[in-house]
């Protein structure tokens, strides 16, 4: 679900931000082209900058989080929800505790309106075959270069720890000034 509600801020925040700097966006999913497809068409992004990495090579290659097939589940799956998980959802637009039919706050666990925005529009796209619990495991993260070179990236730890996009702009205003 926290993919879904990142796609939702490419499409209303990055993407206008990115394009005013002359900048090129590019998503990468773990999953088929035909999954890409429609992740992109669910969320009204450019079919042309959303791509489907099926075995999850560019993850593994880029050593982002929970990559590492080889390494116990139970310690990749411990790593998916921590405190920073809720602190990340609870920080952004109108960031919330989730309620319990409106009786009491549930502990821990929070919510905010893009996450809400995001349940009415997701679609299960989950990888397919012997590795597909292996895959859902993994985190993904940005990157952003000038040219060939890497200014900046940004590794999520957890579910919903995603870059910001201040940050990132300002690593681009960075390597322009340079």
Request: aromatic letters at 8%; glycine letters at 8%; hydrophobic letters at 40%.
């Amino acid at each position: 679900m926290a993919c879904w509600e990142l796609g939702i801020q490419l499409k209303r925040d990055w993407l206008p931000e990115t394009e005013k700097a002359n900048v090129k966006l590019f998503v990468v999913g773990i999953g088929s082209s035909e999954s890409a497809k429609e992740f992109a068409e669910q969320l009204g992004l450019p079919a042309e900058i959303v791509f489907g990495d099926e075995e999850a090579e560019s993850y593994k290659n880029l050593r982002f989080v929970n990559s590492d097939f080889t390494e116990d589940g139970r310690k990749r799956g411990m790593r998916m929800m921590t405190e920073r998980t809720a602190e990340a959802v609870k920080s952004r637009a109108n960031g919330r505790p989730v309620s319990f039919f409106g009786l009491f706050d549930i502990p821990f666990l929070f919510t905010n309106d893009d996450l809400e925005t995001a349940k009415e529009i997701y679609k299960p796209l989950m990888p397919q075959g012997d590795d597909a619990l292996d895959k859902t495991l993994v985190q993904g993260g940005v990157l952003v270069f000038q040219g060939q070179q890497q200014i900046y990236k940004h590794r999520d730890t957890s579910v919903a720890v995603h870059a910001e996009l201040p940050k990132i702009m300002a690593a681009l205003a960075t390597a322009e000034a340079r």
